[in-house]
């Protein structure tokens, strides 16, 4: 192994180290880490650079903005009183439906979108019944990353395959993928009330008072709520006609968030960009070049050549491999270079005589989708959930969350590759 590839993988380790300790803060950790990749020379500036996805840092600055504004109308307010009134007040029954809401929705937009949507809603609702909003936040997490695998436009590696692949079309991912993905949600209910039913206790007076509340009284300016959803519903449209349109998904974000600005005036604009979370978004501009001098080093695209050449080309022997190793390392890395590594050697594959490699896509998908519940850095999703929950007082650490999402994440894999088994190789 070259000396840069040693020292990239020196880097790598010693800062996910130090962020799993949590002694320094995690975004001063990335960014130190990207900086030494540069400085040793691991990486040029101009390489870096282009290793930051900023469709990913566009598509979250611009949904921030929207939801910030749309925030300032009562509307998540509205939904969180409305959400806890149908569960008749009960925390567990809340905990469910914020679940199947996050994981529908993850499946329609993009992960990222859905919970940036979803947080304030579980913030309000925690308030009024005075619990602990972690439980919440996590089973959320969770299930966005589950819903965001079940289509192609749900997570970004689903994204990256079926750019890759043109047979595998929208419709085909939610043939082969969303089955699992209802099965896997609907094994995870009981895990989560069993886990979560002690922490999230509240007294019958707060349930009773949620129900005499009136949820209408919650919007405060219904003519910005009007502005909101109609720029809302036209991103959420822009976002389904994004490839066909050949626009990225942070033009549509982007584009839908200076359109709510224009419409609503300067007045919001500051509060619009204070709702931004610069924090975590610089997180990722430092994980993405930590990242990057692993790829420039060729040690990602060895490690996936290595394991690729363990299963001798037996079918089922490299769709395991495949799953179980996109799930661990997505886990830990992020999955979007994971995937732009993988894409090729499975391409290969097919073209030395793989008779039929669509198990071996849908496989990567799952690991890759599925493996980011594993750890608190192992999804944008994830992040962003984490840096909200930190600015509101209820930082979730990353051993706390690892307890939680490490053991499910491998139960839904486990999952998974009984249903690669029997669907495709039986």
Request: with cysteine; charged share 10%; glycine share 8%.
């Amino acid at each position: 192994m070259e000396q840069q590839a040693i020292w990239a993988i020196g880097i790598f380790l010693t800062i996910y180290g130090l962020i799993i300790s949590e002694k320094i803060h995690r975004t001063i950790l990335a960014m130190l880490g990207a900086v030494l990749m540069v400085v040793c020379g691991i990486v040029d500036q101009v390489t870096a650079l282009h290793h930051i996805d900023f469709n990913t840092l566009g598509l979250l600055i611009g949904m921030m903005i929207i939801v910030g504004v749309t925030a300032e109308t009562g509307l998540f307010k509205y939904v969180a009183l409305k959400a806890a009134k149908i569960a008749k007040g009960k925390p567990t029954r809340i905990m469910i439906a914020l679940v199947v809401i996050t994981a529908a929705a993850s499946a329609l937009l993009d992960n990222v979108t859905t919970v940036l949507l979803m947080a304030p809603v579980t913030f309000s609702i925690t308030r009024q019944l005075r619990i602990n909003p972690i439980p919440f936040l996590i089973t959320q997490i969770i299930a966005s990353n589950i819903g965001g695998t079940a289509t192609l436009i749900g997570d970004p590696p689903n994204i990256m395959i079926g750019s890759a692949v043109k047979e595998l079309t929208f419709m085909a991912f939610i043939t082969n993928l969303t089955p699992i993905v209802i099965i896997i949600i609907l094994v995870y209910f009981p895990l989560f009330v069993l886990m979560f039913r002690k922490q999230i206790q509240s007294t019958p007076e707060l349930q009773r008072s949620i129900m005499e509340l009136d949820e209408k009284a919650m919007i405060t300016n219904s003519k910005l709520l009007r502005k909101c959803l109609v720029v809302l519903g036209l991103t959420i449209v822009g976002f389904f006609l994004h490839q066909t349109l050949h626009l990225e998904s942070a033009t549509v974000a982007l584009s839908g968030a200076f359109l709510l600005l224009l419409v609503t005036g300067e007045s919001m604009m500051e509060k619009a960009f204070h709702s931004v979370e610069w924090i975590t978004l610089f997180f990722f501009v430092g994980l993405f070049v930590l990242v990057a001098g692993l790829v420039e080093t060729g040690v990602i695209a060895e490690l996936a050549a290595k394991a690729i050449e363990l299963t001798g080309g037996n079918i089922l022997a490299t769709s395991m491999l495949i799953l179980w190793l996109s799930a661990i390392a997505s886990a830990f890395l992020d999955n979007i270079p994971f995937v732009a590594t993988m894409i090729p050697m499975i391409q290969e594959m097919s073209i030395r005589g793989v008779s039929n490699p669509e198990p071996l896509w849908w496989s990567l998908a799952l690991g890759a989708c599925l493996g980011g519940n594993g750890t608190l850095i192992g999804a944008s999703a994830n992040l962003i959930v984490a840096g909200l929950a930190g600015k509101e007082g209820y930082p979730i650490s990353f051993v706390k969350y690892l307890k939680v999402g490490f053991p499910l994440m491998i139960l839904s894999i486990v999952l998974s590759s009984v249903y690669i088994y029997w669907r495709y190789l039986l």
